[in-house]
Each structure stands twice: as C-alpha cells, then as structure tokens.
C-alpha cells in the first residue's frame, strides 16, 4: 500500500476515460462478460480465484481523494517491474489535471492503457506480466504491460564458435531472437506466425519462413503438426521436436538446432523454414537433409577452396567415428593376414598381454570416453578441464600399464572421439558416437562382412528416411548433380545459382552473377 504514491484528483482523470467514444480512446477486445451490477470487489475476487494460495499476486487499492470510490490494480509481483507500473500508470495521473480529456493523453502518449471488456482475458493478461486496471465501471478494465527486465547479454553461442563472421546468438527472448533475424533479412516477405502449445505452460513458438521462397505445402505442414500438439506442458525444443518430426526412433536427428541467427537466416533463404521458441535460445530448421548438419558457417566466411577441405574432412569424420573402432575389432579378430607384416608383431606385442578379446576392451574404453565426456559437462569449467586431462592422460596410461587395454586401442579410441566431435551440429555427433557400438558388435560377429552388411542398412534407413516430405538424404538419394555444389563440397559463390531441388521452393533461381565485371576488361 506504501509503494505507490497517491494519484490527485484520479476520480476525475478516470470519469474522463469512460465518457470518450470507445473506438477512438482505446483497443477494445471481445464483447462485455461482466456484469454491470457487480461490484469491483467481486470482480477482482473472481480474477483472483484461480490464483488461490499463491502470494505473489498482488491487489493495490487506490483511495479516490474526493469520495469513497476506489482503483484497484492487480499484478503479478515475481513477473512485473514495479517501477514501470509507477511510470506509465500513476505517474502520468498524477501529473496531469482533469480537464485533459482523452484524446490529449493518447496524443502526449502519457497514457498506454488497452480496454477490455472480455473478463476471461485477465487471468492470461496477468500470466504474461501485464497489470490491470479496475475501475467503479465494473464493464470493462484496463491493461498496461509491464514485463520485469530478465534478458541477458547478446553473446556467441558456446558450442557454434566461428572464426570468421558475426559473433552474435539467440537469447532467450523471442522477440530479441526474431529482431536479430530480421537484422539480417530486411524484407517485408519475411513471415512470423505465433502459435502457443502446452495446455498449462503456453509456451510460444514463432514459425518463421520466407514467404516467396518457401514451398507453402512444407509451411502447411509444419503449422499442422503443431497445431495437434495436445500436451499439459512442452518444456523445451526438444519436446516439441520428438513431437512433430517423422521418424522419433531413427537415430538421426531430423531438425537442425541451433543458437546462431546467421544460420537461421541462410537457411530461410534456401526456402527452409525456422522454429523459434519464447525462453530458450534455441531454434530449428526444417527440412534438412543429412549434409545440411556438417555444414558450418565458417565454410561461407572463408574462400570456397578451404570451406570445400573442412567440409570433406567433416565427412571423412563420419566413417572414421563409425567405423574404426569397427575395423580394428574386425581385423585383429578376423583378418590379422591384412595387417602388413611390418607391423604384425607391434600389434602381437601390444595385445598378448590382454586377458580379454578386442570388443570387450573397445567397449571399455568407449563407455570411459563417454563417461569423461558427461563428467566434464556437467561439472563447473575449473573442475570440468582438470577432470578431462586427469581422464585423457593418468587414466590411459594408467590402464595401458596395468595391462588392461593396449597401446594401440588408445589411439583407436582417441582419433574415434576426435572424429565425433567435429561434427557441427550436437544431434548428429550424438547419433554417431551411439551408432558406432552396434557397428563393433557386428566386427566382432561377423568380421568385415558384419561392417558392410552394417553400412548396407545404414545406407537404407537413409535412402528411406524423409524429414517434413523432404528426402533426408539428398542430392544423393534422389542423386541431383547441380546440387552436390553445396552438399559434398562448397562451390564458388557465383557458381551456386539455384536452391536445393529437395526443397522444392517457388523460387528455385538464385541471382548470383557478381562477376560481371570481368566480361567488361
């Protein structure tokens, strides 16, 4: 009762408010479910009901100076800033006399109120920090918006660092997140859609795509595969995404995620379409194919012959994560004649002292990798950097003396993780180290046989696998010779003058002829 200061003469301001022309002083919303016989005691405690034994729900009654009548605003504590409720509420009033009428305080802008007159609306005004006004006209209440200041700095994402380029990243802020995409896509055919999922949580989702680019059966798509979601609450990007794309038990991930709206706004451009989420700094992209998840944005800051090495090591990385561990088993088990004779008997010396066959040890040092790995995660940074060198060093020497792994499986081990993290793109570097156990159980059944018979289904499940209607792994299944400029390899840019085929955009030209001055020397 003490924080606010007491408006003068606030009966009059408030007559004044009521007795303008609804259409010209506010924004009137749905149709009167208010009784004119309550009073406004009973309204605030109908609004209030829902709310029952919580404490942050605050009611701020104003004593009119003139007579007994009164103002009562209601806010929620923990999600409102109370100084913007002082500024754009009460102060104003205060300041001015009643002889201003309204259309004055709407054009000196002192006065950012929105009527309603649809009582149900209060109860979610109030969940998305808004304070409302009550009044003696028990027909209508005022609403002002006054979010509390919770935003972090603009800073790059930890795990999508960049050489070259913009060192910016989504925040948890949907509307900071589409002004950054907006930054970078300065065209009126940008389209925003909103849409809230999660019956309690009310969590909100912008589908974002370019309208004159993106196929409108994909966009379509998209929105009805949200729009079927019925679930108490989604939580987090992750929820909504087992809940809309095509194959939730592949191993692959069939959404790109990311934290960098350069990316994002790449993306839009080729006619994909980006998922952006209130509360997490997190946005997907759909629909992709497998390459899409090995490109990075640094191939597109430097020059197209280096951007082309990184991204063809990238792909060399994904057999070397799946299938070294693989071969190693299958040879030492299997097919020791393969090993050249200059080194059969370094291997020999390194493995006859081991008192347990090949897999066993790769699946021991694999699972010590990964358990290393999920230590240095979730422990704080100091900790997290010693528990990773006491791990990758006095552990591997360690068990390398005690006769427990070989020499050789260290390294086998250690290029396999190297290789799993160079993927740009978490998801997929996941489903890699996940893939690579079933593919060393089958070196170990079958020898090399089990690891073709391996890559055979994995060349299948990708051949079958569609994401959004779109082919998952194109341009090579359906092969598409135009596209392999940017899939395998990243062409010149004057060279890239048409969108992915997968994609199947309205507009498949790209005018990219920027060396037109060299037919003029």
Same mark, same amino acid.
């Given at each position: 009762m003490t924080f606010f200061k007491k408006p003068k003469k606030l009966k009059q301001i408030i007559a004044s408010v009521q007795k303008e022309d609804k259409t010209e002083t506010y924004n009137e919303v749905g149709e009167s479910q208010i009784e004119q016989k309550q009073t406004i005691e009973d309204i605030v405690a109908q609004i209030k009901e829902p709310f029952a034994s919580t404490e942050d729900l605050i009611t701020q009654w104003i004593e009119l100076p003139s007579d007994d009548s009164r103002v009562a605003l209601l806010y929620i504590e923990s999600i409102i800033d109370r100084k913007l409720i002082q500024d754009q509420i009460l102060n104003p009033l205060f300041e001015l006399s009643n002889e201003i009428g309204m259309d004055s305080l709407r054009k000196m802008g002192k006065l950012d109120l929105t009527k309603h007159t649809d009582m149900t609306m209060a109860q979610s005004l109030l969940l998305q920090s808004h304070t409302l006004v009550f009044t003696e006209d028990t027909a209508c209440f005022y609403s002002v918006s006054t979010p509390v200041d919770t935003k972090r700095d603009i800073t790059e994402p930890d795990n999508e660092t960049i050489l070259r380029g913009a060192h910016d990243g989504f925040i948890e802020n949907l509307s900071i997140n589409l002004?950054? +995409?907006?930054?970078?896509?300065?065209?009126?055919?940008?389209?925003?859609?909103?849409?809230?999922?999660?019956?309690?949580?009310?969590?909100? *989702?912008?589908?974002?795509?370019?309208?004159? =680019?993106?196929?409108?059966?994909?966009?379509?798509?998209?929105?009805?595969?949200?729009?079927?979601?019925?679930?108490? !609450? +989604?939580?987090?990007?992750?929820?909504?995404?087992?809940?809309?794309? $095509?194959?939730?038990?592949?191993?692959?991930?069939?959404?790109?995620?990311?934290?960098?709206?350069?990316?994002?706004?790449?993306?839009?451009? #080729?006619?994909? /379409?980006?998922?952006?989420?209130?509360? %997490?700094?997190?946005?997907? =992209?759909?629909?992709?194919?497998?390459?899409?998840?090995?490109?990075?944005?640094? $191939?597109?800051?430097?020059?197209?012959? *280096?951007?082309?090495?990184?991204?063809? *090591?990238?792909?060399?990385?994904?057999?070397?994560?799946? !299938?070294?561990?693989?071969?190693?088993?299958?040879?030492?088990?299997?097919?020791?004649?393969? /090993?050249?004779? !200059?080194? /059969?008997?370094?291997?020999?010396?390194?493995? #006859?002292?081991?008192?347990?066959?090949?897999?066993?040890?790769?699946?021991?040092?694999?699972?010590?990798?990964?358990?290393?790995?999920?230590?240095?995660?979730?422990?704080?940074?100091? =900790? &997290? %950097?010693?528990?990773? /060198?006491?791990? &990758?060093?006095?552990? !591997?020497?360690?068990?390398?003396?005690?006769?427990?792994?070989?020499?050789?499986?260290? *390294?086998?081990?250690?290029?396999t993780a190297i290789a799993a993290y160079i993927v740009p793109s978490n998801e997929m570097s996941a489903a890699v180290r996940i893939l690579r156990f079933p593919f060393m159980i089958a070196a170990a059944t079958m020898g090399f046989v089990g690891i073709v018979f391996g890559f055979m289904i994995l060349l299948f499940h990708l051949c079958r696998l569609y994401t959004f209607g779109a082919p998952y792994f194109a341009p090579i299944a359906p092969l598409s010779l135009k596209d392999l400029k940017d899939s395998i390899i990243r062409a010149p840019f004057w060279v890239m003058n048409r969108r992915p085929q997968d994609l199947d955009a309205q507009k498949r030209s790209l005018d990219n002829q920027v060396r037109k001055w060299e037919k003029k020397s």
């Open positions: 002004a950054l +995409i907006r930054k970078r896509l300065k065209t009126p055919k940008l389209k925003v859609k909103y849409y809230r999922v999660g019956k309690e949580t009310h969590t909100t *989702i912008a589908v974002v795509y370019v309208d004159n =680019i993106a196929n409108p059966d994909y966009v379509n798509e998209v929105e009805n595969r949200i729009k079927s979601i019925e679930a108490d !609450g +989604i939580y987090a990007p992750g929820n909504l995404e087992e809940s809309i794309e $095509d194959r939730p038990f592949s191993f692959f991930p069939q959404m790109v995620s990311t934290e960098r709206p350069d990316r994002v706004a790449a993306n839009l451009m #080729e006619g994909r /379409i980006a998922l952006v989420y209130d509360t %997490s700094p997190t946005a997907h =992209i759909m629909p992709v194919n497998f390459f899409t998840f090995y490109q990075s944005v640094d $191939d597109y800051n430097n020059r197209w012959i *280096i951007g082309s090495f990184f991204r063809l *090591i990238r792909l060399f990385s994904f057999f070397i994560a799946i !299938g070294l561990p693989a071969v190693y088993i299958a040879t030492v088990s299997f097919h020791f004649e393969v /090993i050249p004779f !200059g080194l /059969i008997l370094l291997i020999k010396s390194s493995l #006859e002292d081991i008192p347990y066959p090949p897999l066993f040890e790769a699946m021991l040092m694999e699972l010590t990798i990964e358990l290393i790995r999920e230590a240095s995660i979730r422990l704080p940074t100091r =900790i &997290g %950097s010693t528990i990773a /060198i006491v791990g &990758g060093l006095v552990i !591997g020497d360690a068990v390398v003396k005690a006769g427990l792994v070989s020499n050789l499986m260290i *390294i086998i081990v250690a290029v």
